[in-house]
């Protein structure tokens, strides 16, 4: 296990280029090399011996003629050999004159209607020693230069028998300096003996004999070898021997190569074929050029095969290669705070998977980033507001204490003249200024933001007395919401001082807080809506856009504020609207998520919940 675990860890550590390397070398190359060779091996053994095959088979066809010609002519031997007419003609006396009118009318015809018949015999001579006969046609009287030829004297040792004799006698005429035949020679001795010598030659077709050997030139060099090893007929060109116009070169002394796959067969078991043999040279060339197409078909295979395989190779390699490089770079400029993406076409495997990964895990991680910067960035800005509200405050005020002993010293001389409407201002004003000077917490509920408000209205109520009318709608299931604080008096101190102030009838305020679903989200709407003279159109859209700006303008403070602090609480889940209509009202609306505000919990606890 231990020892697998070690191997696992060495090839691990191998770069992935040299991997694919290696798969290449060892589960492509070589496979395919060892494949093709024993696939060449096989192939050669075949093509071996399909040629071998195909030289027995052309060996056999040309014995096959050769034999059936040499039958041919045994056949037409008997057929001569038993002629009686033949005999009786050969045999008589003729005078002078005479034998021409027997030769034109019988003997011409019976012997040479065998030439018709058998086109694979040259000739058909009958030698005899009459010599009361003309010599001419197929009909030769014997001389002494016949009884000197070497064919004449081999019938004589073999005492009638049919024989196969080949022999070379000088060309009269045509071209070559020899012509070679190939003869079946026997005695005509069937009837009557002694009074004349008769022989039979049948002269074989040699230029027949020659093209047949020939024709199996593309695989075998065919030899004729009578029974004293002589080279008789062949498909090759020989020479005689040296100077001797009748002797054959043995087939011994031929330039071959003995080694050689020779096909050595008789030609048969007939007494006139008997030692006579058909020997087969095969073509080693032609099995050499089989074997050697057959070689460069698998090596052109072999390497149209590595070809395709290392082309593949190197384009997959190419693919992971890169991209893997791409993906390894990136996440080493991860240690440097560098999160770019990776751009290029990922894929559809699992590296392109994890390039997708990778690049989803960057966006959020940026987004992340931006998102804690930005609530820092909330955070302080919010800290900002509110000591930057504490001091608006403070800068409004002369001197706290000295205000608060005013007031007190104001509501002790309203007690003692029963002065009973100034009294409750005064406790409202005096309540008003505490809250306001006592910055504590950010977020207040709505029933103590409502109070704070409605402290403010009764201020209001005893300035404008019968001319000023609010109203509060609240629904009871939102007073523990928690909000900003100072989210809602300024807009209703905006309301009375650019509203109502301006009309001459009575102003009404109505402040109302409920609960208001969009999206199926159920979310906390907060309005204030008084009737007084109006804003343009043109005035409402410049409030808009100076709601973005950090410059503050006069006569838009109270509602830039709210905004700013719902901005910074909210983000972008709050909706502000400012609807107004020249000379009946303005409405001033928001809309915050309860979700976000439902728990009791400070404004840190509220950073840590969007973290």
């Not at 007929?233 to 021997?241: A, P, R, T």
């Not at 997708?356 to 959020?364: E, S, T």
């Not at 650019?498 to 709407?525: A, P, R, W």
Request: net charge neutral; charged share 30%; glycine share 4%.
């Amino acid at each position: 296990m231990r020892l697998r675990l070690r191997i696992f860890n060495k090839i691990d550590d191998i770069p992935i280029n040299i991997k694919f390397i290696l798969i290449s070398i060892f589960c492509i190359i070589i496979p395919i090399l060892t494949v093709n060779l024993i696939f060449l091996n096989s192939l050669s053994k075949t093509v071996r011996e399909r040629e071998e095959e195909n030289f027995k088979i052309s060996y056999e066809r040309a014995k096959t003629d050769i034999v059936n010609v040499i039958r041919e002519s045994v056949a037409v031997s008997h057929s001569i050999y038993t002629d009686a007419d033949i005999y009786r003609e050969l045999d008589r006396y003729y005078e002078k004159g005479e034998y021409y009118g027997v030769f034109i009318s019988s003997l011409r015809e019976r012997a040479g209607r065998y030439l018709a018949i058998y086109r694979n015999i040259s000739n058909i001579t009958i030698y005899t020693s009459n010599k009361t006969i003309d010599s001419g046609g197929h009909f030769i009287v014997i001389d002494d230069k016949i009884r000197e030829s070497p064919w004449y004297k081999k019938n004589k040792e073999v005492e009638g028998k049919p024989i196969l004799y080949a022999f070379v006698e000088p060309r009269e005429y045509g071209e070559g300096k020899f012509k070679e035949f190939l003869s079946l020679i026997r005695t005509m001795d069937g009837y009557q003996r002694g009074m004349h010598d008769r022989v039979l030659r049948i002269d074989i077709d040699t230029f027949w004999i020659r093209d047949t050997l020939k024709r199996e030139d593309d695989y075998l060099s065919l030899y004729i070898v009578d029974n004293e090893g002589r080279v008789v007929l062949s498909s090759k060109e020989y020479i005689y021997e040296d100077n001797n116009a009748y002797n054959f070169i043995n087939f011994d002394n031929l330039p071959l190569n003995k080694d050689e796959l020779l096909l050595d067969n008789r030609l048969g078991e007939a007494s006139y074929m008997k030692n006579w043999r058909l020997i087969g040279v095969p073509n080693e060339e032609k099995v050499y050029m089989a074997m050697k197409q057959s070689r460069n078909f698998i090596l052109l295979l072999t390497f149209i095969s590595m070809l395709v395989s290392g082309i593949l190779v190197w384009i997959i390699l190419s693919s992971y290669n890169y991209r893997i490089k791409r993906l390894s770079n990136h996440i080493s400029k991860f240690g440097d705070g560098q999160l770019d993406l990776i751009i290029l076409n990922e894929g559809k495997d699992e590296i392109g998977q994890l390039i997708r990964k990778f690049n989803k895990m960057a966006i959020r991680i940026n987004n992340l980033i931006n998102d804690i910067y930005k609530l820092e960035v909330q955070k302080r800005d919010l800290e900002l507001e509110r000591v930057q509200a504490e001091i608006n405050f403070l800068q409004s005020q002369m001197n706290p204490h000295f205000l608060f002993n005013t007031l007190n010293a104001m509501l002790i001389v309203s007690v003692k003249n029963n002065y009973t409407e100034i009294i409750d201002v005064i406790k409202y004003l005096s309540k008003t200024l505490r809250r306001l000077l006592s910055w504590k917490d950010d977020l207040v509920t709505v029933e103590e933001e409502i109070c704070f408000t409605e402290m403010y209205l009764k201020i209001e109520k005893f300035r404008f007395s019968e001319k000023f009318k609010y109203d509060i709608l609240i629904d009871d299931d939102v007073r523990n919401f928690k909000i900003p604080k100072m989210s809602i008096q300024p807009l209703v101190e905006n309301a009375c001082k650019h509203g109502i102030q301006s009309i001459k009838g009575q102003g009404n305020i109505t402040v109302e807080v409920k609960f208001y679903e969009e999206d199926f989200e159920k979310n906390l709407k907060i309005s204030v809506k008084d009737n007084g003279i109006g804003i343009l159109e043109e005035k409402i859209t410049e409030i808009l856009m100076n709601l973005e700006e950090d410059i503050y303008t006069t006569g838009s403070i109270g509602i830039k504020n709210v905004y700013r602090r719902l901005k910074l609480y909210y983000g972008k889940g709050f909706k502000f609207f400012i609807q107004s209509e020249r000379n009946k009202g303005t409405n001033v609306s928001f809309i915050i998520p309860v979700e976000s505000k439902l728990s009791d919990t400070t404004h840190e606890k509220h950073i840590q919940k969007m973290l």
